[in-house]
């Protein structure tokens, strides 16, 4: 099959490599860190089929709008002149309409479908990382938010999907050792969660096991191209030469492409999450809330809680009230859950990799003939992880496709 280096170890680059090695091809990750800091390992851990709705979706303008000048509200656009902002903005402006919608809800359930398939087969092939398929709900308080999930949910029925409507007693037959303040919730039977925490470690010792070299703290400082390919890159100081490469490199792609020409409308989008330890009474199915945008996914005796997508450029600053955000929200759904607002060090925070239209980049680049890009996975990426390091496999195997990925073309924006 010939060589291939993936630019990126988080789930993305790692399940392409776990597909391309079984293919048959010779694989090097190279990753700017130690594998322990992308946002693949502290994000909420579920597989959503359910979220067959792009960020770029109607009516998150308004509510952009109104939640800007809130520093604790779970969607924030930060003001700034930057250009890639800025140009990204009004990709963001022109995607999100019904037309976008309807056309992006069956792919979004198709890659959700396959990679849900493919997460069962990867626990038979690696064993336990806490792979739950009891679905997930979507828990409301008000009128307002109640209105909006059961249309939802009346239209992931129409697409196939395994999903009920609950009343606030059949929400709380489903949580019995939790109490629970809710007006009704969702049940999406179709969605899973699993412990990021657990699978990543495990996946990176299978595939180093296997004889795929991961080069940790090896970050691309130049890449070499000739006659329309990438010749080689530079990355922990030596040069790297492979057939075909992979960029696979989530909220930090657009700086790695643009050192080989090429410009990916994407922006970081900052999300936190912590734990809550020694949780007596856990609770069963993992939840979504959905006035709070916050998700709660139980991860053996602990609990973990994340939220909030802040649109800025990536630094290291904790906004503690995006956090207070979330604490101060959890209590409102679960009166008995109460956590304290945990210090900076038990915060982990990660940037998902956001295109304009909240669909992810799969395949080859129309400029550079030997490049495949896998980025732009927005808040689902560990969910639709396996299914884009299959797709990738199949990109430069050259075979059928799996699914359609005509919608998630790397070349939309040329």
């Not at 398939?117 to 038979?124: D, G, K, R």
């Not at 390919?229 to 700086?255: C, F, M, N, Q």
């Not at 007596?280 to 973990?304: D, F, S, W, Y």
Request: net charge neutral; charged share 20%; aromatic share 8%.
């Amino acid at each position: 099959m010939g060589k291939v280096i993936i630019i990126g170890g988080g789930i993305i680059g790692l399940s392409s490599a776990y597909y391309l090695h079984k293919s048959g091809w010779e694989v090097t990750v190279l990753d700017k860190g130690e594998l322990t800091d992308n946002c693949s390992f502290g994000n909420a851990g579920m597989i959503v089929p359910s979220h067959f709705v792009p960020l770029a979706a109607p009516g998150m303008v308004e509510k952009g709008l109104r939640w800007m000048f809130n520093s604790k509200s779970p969607f924030y656009v930060k003001p700034s002149l930057n250009p890639a902002l800025i140009s990204w903005g009004l990709k963001f402006l022109k995607s999100a309409n019904q037309r976008h919608l309807d056309n992006s809800a069956q792919p979004l359930i198709d890659i959700s479908l396959l990679s849900k398939h493919l997460y069962q087969e990867l626990a038979i092939a690696l064993g336990d990382f806490g792979l739950q398929e009891n679905g997930i709900l979507m828990l409301f308080k008000t009128g307002h938010a109640g209105e909006e999930e059961l249309a939802m949910s009346k239209e992931a029925r129409k697409l196939g999907l395994d999903v009920v409507d609950l009343s606030p007693e059949e929400c709380r037959a489903l949580q019995p050792d939790l109490e629970l303040d809710v007006m009704g919730g969702v049940h999406y039977r179709c969605d899973a969660h699993l412990s990021p925490n657990v699978l990543l470690p495990m996946l990176t010792r299978y595939l180093e096991g296997q004889g795929v070299q991961i080069k940790r703290n090896h970050e691309v400082t130049h890449i070499a191209k000739t006659d329309g390919k990438i010749s080689s890159l530079t990355a922990g100081g030596k040069e790297h030469v492979a057939d075909r490469y992979v960029l696979a490199g989530g909220s930090w792609s657009p700086g790695i492409a643009k050192q080989a020409g090429l410009n990916i409308p994407l922006m970081p989008g900052k999300g936190y999450s912590f734990m809550v330890d020694d949780v007596q009474k856990n609770m069963h199915i993992a939840a979504l809330l959905c006035e709070a945008k916050v998700a709660v996914t139980p991860m053996g005796e602990q609990i973990r809680f994340g939220g909030t997508m802040e649109i800025d450029q990536i630094n290291n600053r904790i906004n503690r009230n995006r956090v207070k955000g979330i604490v101060e929200s959890i209590p409102r759904y679960f009166p008995g859950i109460r956590p304290a607002l945990p210090e900076d060090k038990d915060i982990w925070f990660g940037f998902r990799p956001c295109s304009p239209d909240g669909l992810p980049y799969i395949g080859s680049s129309a400029k550079l003939g030997n490049l495949v890009i896998a980025t732009g996975h927005g808040m689902m990426g560990l969910s639709l992880g396996p299914a884009t390091g299959k797709l990738v496999q199949e990109v430069l195997d050259e075979g059928i496709n799996s699914i359609n990925i005509t919608p998630f073309s790397v070349n939309r924006y040329l």
